[in-house]
């Protein structure tokens, strides 16, 4: 089973900038995509960040130019560069891989526990 384990969540004030890590355990895998999906109180969880192996990076309208996905391909590990962070950007956040199924088309989705988000006005 392939296991997330993230870190680098808390608590900040508005304007402040926090980074998300999320690192993929395990072994005979490969990862088509990872990205950062969030739910905020009362709200449905959303995507923020997407990035496709070999492709470029997407991100939620919301946070375009104050969020930086990237990807350290050799340590299976994301990160979420959060800037510039908003009292609405106060959510659980939690990274999400997709990896194909050996031998199969199927492509399996693991998530993390998640990591509160906490931005203070």
């Known amino acids: 089973q392939v296991q997330l384990v993230e870190s680098g969540g808390g608590l900040v004030q508005a304007g402040g900038s926090l980074r998300l890590s999320c690192a993929a355990s395990?072994?005979?895998?490969?990862?088509?995509?990872m990205a950062w999906y969030r739910q905020a109180p009362g709200k449905q969880r959303e995507l923020v960040a997407r990035?496709?192996?070999?492709?470029?990076?997407n991100y939620a309208d919301s946070v375009k130019g104050r969020f930086t996905i990237s990807r350290d391909n050799a340590k299976n590990t994301v990160y979420l560069q959060m800037n510039s962070l908003k009292p609405e950007d106060t959510a659980v956040y939690y990274c999400?891989?997709?990896?194909?199924?050996?031998?199969?088309?199927?492509?399996?989705?693991?998530w993390g526990q998640g990591t509160q988000v906490t931005v203070s006005s």
């Open positions: 999400n891989a997709a990896i194909p199924q050996r031998f199969t088309t199927i492509m399996n989705q693991y």
């Open positions: 990035l496709v192996t070999g492709g470029s990076p």
């Open positions: 395990g072994s005979g895998f490969s990862i088509n995509a």
